[in-house]
């Protein structure tokens, strides 16, 4: 029997606790050992003394229990009692991204030097197996590129918007009144900070090296219209915020931006609050995993199954899931690649576009705003052509990088 | 250092050798230790001496070698070998996916008892991670439903069908041209013996009991016309040859059988020689994995994972990938379970569907035939009625349940 606690009781901590008691036999059964929820870390103890507590040394103190779940959520008070947890020789698993995407090299290299795991399948995509497949099972690949859709709020928001014509307003309101963004402050989903920390957390993972949040551009889905939708759609696309990471020719570039995906990708498939992830391996070719990127049981089930893997595989887990410190680097981690880009500029005639952007198409053109695909143009380019569209009176309010397959 | 054996050197035993020459320092890194090819089985020795033999004998009698991966195909040789593999302790892994529908129960009591691993991640869909991800990051959950394209061949015949209206003829020698279905008898593909071999060794999984292949409904894609395809595409569907296995109230069901799946479906969108596949917990909901469903590197790179795993977790992984042996079912393990059902019958007026499918929609009718999309019918109303076809002088020429998301 594995004695674990579980740090704090909301919805991830009660959903674990709720999926470890539902399933308590099979679970056990494939884990090999029965797995007993011994204590809660709660701020107020208002029922249940044996099992709840709001003192975390009442777990420090207790050599019973060998295992953590953290489910507080931020850094504050989840890192300093995660680092205790692993510094007294036992595992913590979590589903907290932040965490993860912060202090993630750091934790790691404690967990192996006391011969414990830190693991954290569900702070990426819920529910959805990706860590851990990616990491050992395609463990005989070099993984060249990761990239997907990780934040279920604006993915819905995105579905609303192109299904309904919606605006980002209204869509944002519909996402908050169904709590999938945030009322007070929804920014963490809609300008990208979630997906960049997911993104650091798979790229961290596939280069091998901590990737730093701050070195990761970053643009959510504000400002994206109707109009924008529509003209992807006459180009045989969907528009979704992807979070990708890819070995080029000059090192890793990563990034996170809402992107034209072409109807054929599995991506453009993925809608409504679900995550969708790609990786290309150097022997397997492209593997997707798809699922509910978020979600109380779904991502319990993630928990649970870290637990058994951190039991299983102890601190040999990190042989395949790990990687280095690496300091922040003084630029961002972008790729001068050239790419296809879809441009909106306001305030300037469409025929100017082709030879301020090169060759290209006219999307959409109606009087007030237009949309031009600007073929094969490199970022540096294209933010001379924008400088020049301001010069001339002109004003570029979108631009949206072809997700090549 | 690990030393293994590979068995067969065809297309997946020199893959295997490939992958773990070209990526050797990170598999190394990732499973803690080196994997070594000691040895390769083949039916004739024509170079290296050290390396090739021919004598299983040599392998069994090598202390050093402590684990095989057997890539010969078929069951004749390798069931044997296998056999004696695990009977004197070494771990196996395999892609053969007709050695592990046949005798998978016996090969996992046979490892577990001998201490040893018996693993087969490429047995089913390649090199796409989909056993261990379902068994292992899914072990919260109670597994309700697994389904997919599991055959890469039929589902590039299909998309050719559908894509090019090209008939079923055409696309089976474009696809023998391509070497993915067989040139002499391409029946195993295209009738669906491929695709229930693979259900079998899933379902087995899911439901922890040996699922005989014999007590599969199999149905291959052969008898589809360009015209259910373009009926289907009226319908908002593609026609995929499905794999599935269900809980259902009263008990088990597993079938191959081509299908109408909805284009929301991500199923719709796997294309060419592509594989999917979902997989429905009760914590999650549906995951969905995809990828490459064959291909030498893709295939290789799944079985150097099982011996990673396998040296990771010895017997401790039957905990999770395994299934009890189970006798034959003296009946098909069919649903009765109603549903939408596309038909389509020759040399009867369209008029008569409704009376004799009851309510439902015309789909299609080019006077020669006729299609018509029967909503909540039984299987047995559905027999009755092409029985009552029959008598009237027409014939039943294709039958599609609709998959329900």
């Known amino acids: 029997m594995i004695n674990i606690a579980i740090l704090g009781f909301g919805t991830v901590g009660s959903g674990v606790y709720a999926v470890l008691q539902k399933n308590a036999g099979l679970i056990a059964r494939r884990a090999g050992q ?9 701020l107020e103890v208002t029922e249940n003394p044996e099992l709840f507590t709001s003192s975390i040394d009442d777990i420090l103190n207790d ?6 779940a953290e489910a507080i959520g ?13 510094a007294s020789g036992r595992s913590v698993v979590t589903s907290n991204k932040e965490l993860v995407a912060t202090h993630g090299a750091e934790l790691l290299a404690l ?13 990426v995509g819920g529910g959805m197996p990706l860590i851990t ?18 934040n279920g709020t604006t993915n819905y928001m995105l579905t609303r918007m192109s299904r309904e014509n919606m605006d980002f307003a209204a869509a944002l309101r519909e996402a908050q009144q169904l709590g999938y963004a945030e009322t007070k402050d929804p920014s963490d989903d809609v300008d990208g900070p979630d997906a960049c920390r997911k993104i650091a957390i798979l790229a961290s993972l596939a280069f091998g090296k901590q ?6 551009p970053t643009r959510g889905i504000r400002g994206l219209e109707p109009f924008d ?13 992807i979070a990708w990471a890819r070995q080029t020719e000059t090192g890793p570039a990563v990034g996170v931006e809402p992107m034209l995906v072409p109807l054929e990708n599995q991506l453009a498939g993925v809608e409504d609050v679900f995550n969708g992830v790609l990786v290309r391996g150097d022997m397997v070719g492209n593997v997707f995993f798809y699922g509910r990127g978020a979600g109380k049981l779904p991502t319990a089930s993630a928990i649970a199954a870290d637990l058994v893997l951190a039991a299983q595989q102890g601190a040999a887990v990190h042989n395949s899931i790990f990687w280095e410190p690496s300091p922040a680097l003084p630029a961002p981690l972008t790729s001068g690649e050239p790419a296809t880009y879809y441009v909106r500029v306001k305030g300037l005639a ?8 090169g060759p290209g198409e006219l999307v959409a053109d109606d009087g007030g705003q237009a949309a031009y695909l600007a073929e094969n143009i490199t970022p540096k380019k294209l933010y001379e052509a924008a400088r020049q569209v301001k010069a001339l009176g002109g004003s570029v309010q979108m631009e949206l990088r072809r997700l090549e397959q």
Request: proline share 5%.
């Open 229 to 241: 939708l529509r003209a992807a759609a006459r180009l045989g696309c969907a528009v979704k915020l």
């Open 211 to 216: 990737v730093h949040t701050q070195n990761i």
């Open 34 to 42: 029965e797995i007993r929820v011994k204590r809660v870390l709660v």
């Open 63 to 68: 050599p019973e229990i060998t295992m953590a």
């Open 350 to 357: 469409a025929s100017m576009l082709p030879g301020l952007y």
């Open 74 to 86: 931020g850094v504050k008070a989840a890192y300093p009692y995660v680092k205790a947890l692993l």
């Open 133 to 150: 497949p990616m990491c050992q099972s395609l463990l005989a690949n070099q993984v060249e590129e990761v990239y997907g859709i990780v």
């Open 111 to 123: 967990a192996k030097e006391k011969g414990v795991a830190f693991l954290f399948e569900a702070s």
